[in-house]
């Protein structure tokens, strides 16, 4: 075998990773089941929207995460301690989409500057 033919050969990826029991998987899965019920059920009765990220974008505050129950238009409203703000799009994808239904994850944009809001935090939406 020639330098060229060991130099081209492919090399074999050793992947390091952690092995994990089947019983210890369906445990994790039902752990993790549990968690989004329990976030499902400390919203109120309106819709429940979990943000994954805030970015400010000019006079714009884009939320982006996963509506976790109900459903979202432009014309709802953002419940933020004792302020509210009024949704002035949504999009899905980076597209502009008329509604976010349950278990839909996008962006949802407000006219507010200086929000606190942290990856996490569940936004009530009414």
């Known amino acids: 075998m020639g330098i060229m033919q060991v130099l081209a050969k492919p090399r074999k990826e050793h992947r390091l990773g952690v092995c994990v029991p ?3 998987k369906k445990k994790i899965d039902l752990e993790i089941e549990e968690i989004r019920q329990e976030k499902k059920a400390a919203s109120v009765e309106n819709n429940a ?6 970015y400010e974008v000019h006079d714009l505050a884009m939320v982006k995460g996963t ?4 459903r979202i ?3 709802n409203r953002v419940l933020l301690g004792e302020q509210d703000f009024k949704i002035r799009e949504v999009q899905q994808n980076g ?3 008329r509604a976010l239904e ?3 994850s996008g962006a949802v944009f407000l006219k507010a ?4 809001i942290r990856a996490g935090q569940i936004l ?3």
């Open 113 to 116: 500057k200086g929000l606190l």
């Open 67 to 70: 509506l976790l129950r109900g």
């Open 124 to 126: 009530d939406i009414k």
């Open 95 to 97: 597209r502009r989409v």
């Open 102 to 104: 349950e278990g839909d």
């Open 73 to 75: 238009t432009s014309k």
């Open 22 to 24: 089947e019983h210890q």
């Open 49 to 54: 929207f979990e943000v994954s990220g805030y």
